[in-house]
């Protein structure tokens, strides 16, 4: 078992920044996958961005050169650096841990508000 724990989210203005961060009960060095994903009201839960245990990194189009994801796998944190936000932008933002045995771990999510 893995518990994920998110943090970092907030209100902001369209063309500021934020950074997400989620931290797992352990090491995150091993799991297979890390990402973020978000949903916002009435749409389905979608990915954002993902890094693989090999390094391998994977970006929504709508997020490509505005966002980075990266990890720290001392801390056993995972980032999603957002910038350039947009109204759009406005969700709740999950973490997401695939272990080896292809078991998912989810984090409680974090409210993302991209308003003037």
């Known amino acids: 078992q893995v518990q994920v724990v998110e943090s970092g989210g907030g209100l902001v203005q369209p063309g500021g920044s934020l950074r997400l961060s989620c931290t797992a009960s352990?090491?995150?060095?091993?799991?297979?996958?890390l990402g973020w994903y978000r949903q916002a009201p009435g749409k389905q839960r979608e990915l954002v961005a993902s890094?693989?245990?090999?390094?391998?990194?994977n970006y929504a189009d709508f997020v490509k050169g505005r966002f980075t994801i990266s990890r720290d796998i001392v801390d056993n944190t995972l980032y999603l650096q957002m910038n350039s936000l947009k109204p759009e932008d406005t969700a709740v933002y999950y973490c997401?841990?695939?272990?080896?045995?292809?078991?998912?771990?989810w984090g409680q999510g974090t409210q993302v508000t991209v308003s003037s």
């Open positions: 997401n841990i695939g272990d080896l045995n292809d078991r998912e771990y």
């Open positions: 352990r090491s995150i060095f091993s799991m297979r996958a």
């Open positions: 890094i693989t245990r090999r390094g391998t990194i």
